[in-house]
């Protein structure tokens, strides 16, 4: 009538039941990290990535900060968009799906940082806990250029336990020229695609830097051979 979880060989066993509903489950399968259940008058129900599971540890509690290894990701576009009123699933966010641990929130001014490597070591993208300058008070605006923290449009979750957050696979979004504006303008500052490769997600949070391997692949479903790229920087004078 639901799901355990142990994690001394069965030693012990705890609920796994999170928001599946009491039915009985027929069924149990492991496919490419995620947990199926094939329930008896509930359809499927699907925990998406359960590698964070198999790295839990009595010692982990006890650690400030934990950065868990990311599963293997997948270079896909989904454009598939449901029509308005049909029954479906939701589905996980596409691109690199990183958790970490914190066993403490960080303070006011305190940041927490998540940094995309590349094979070189080179940072491809960056995200923060801070919020947009924009979005910051008028007497904080100024005080977050002056520190030059990393300050992104979309803050990344920084809360006591467990946090999850995805790398949606691109690099870091071209700068905007301030005072203009065009309606495709939004999406035309994306950064470019990463490429299918090994790459290291690297997370700062109180006093600590962790790092952990992080590999793409190319869509399994696109038989196209690979080309090779160049990159092209712009100056303005």
Request: glycine letters at 8%; proline letters at 8%.
């Amino acid at each position: 009538m639901g799901v355990m979880v142990s994690f001394d060989d069965g030693g012990h066993w705890q609920s796994l039941q999170l928001n599946l509903p009491p039915s009985p489950g027929h069924d149990l399968i492991v496919k490419n990290d995620d947990l199926v259940v094939a329930t008896h008058g509930r359809s499927f129900w699907v925990l998406d990535d359960i590698s964070p599971l198999r790295e839990l540890t009595p010692e982990l509690a006890a650690k400030s900060v934990y950065l868990f290894g990311p599963r293997l990701a997948y270079r896909t576009q989904i454009s598939y968009r449901p029509a308005h009123g049909e029954p479906v699933g939701e589905k996980p966010q596409t691109g690199a799906t990183l958790y970490y641990y914190l066993r403490t929130a960080p303070q006011e001014k305190a940041e927490v940082k998540l940094e995309i490597l590349d094979g070189h070591g080179r940072v491809v993208r960056l995200y923060s806990s801070r919020k947009q300058a924009s979005e910051l008070p008028a007497e904080a605006q100024e005080e977050a250029e002056e520190a030059g923290g990393a300050v992104t449009k979309e803050p990344i979750p920084a809360e006591a336990g467990l946090n999850r957050f995805t790398w949606d696979l691109r690099y870091q979004p071209a700068a905007k020229v301030s005072g203009y504006s065009l309606w495709e303008y939004e999406s035309g500052t994306e950064g470019p695609r990463a490429l299918p490769g090994n790459y290291q997600v690297r997370l700062t949070a109180a006093g600590e830097t962790l790092t952990a391997p992080l590999e793409v692949k190319l869509d399994p479903r696109v038989k196209t051979a690979r080309r090779e790229t160049c990159r092209v920087n712009l100056t303005s004078q």
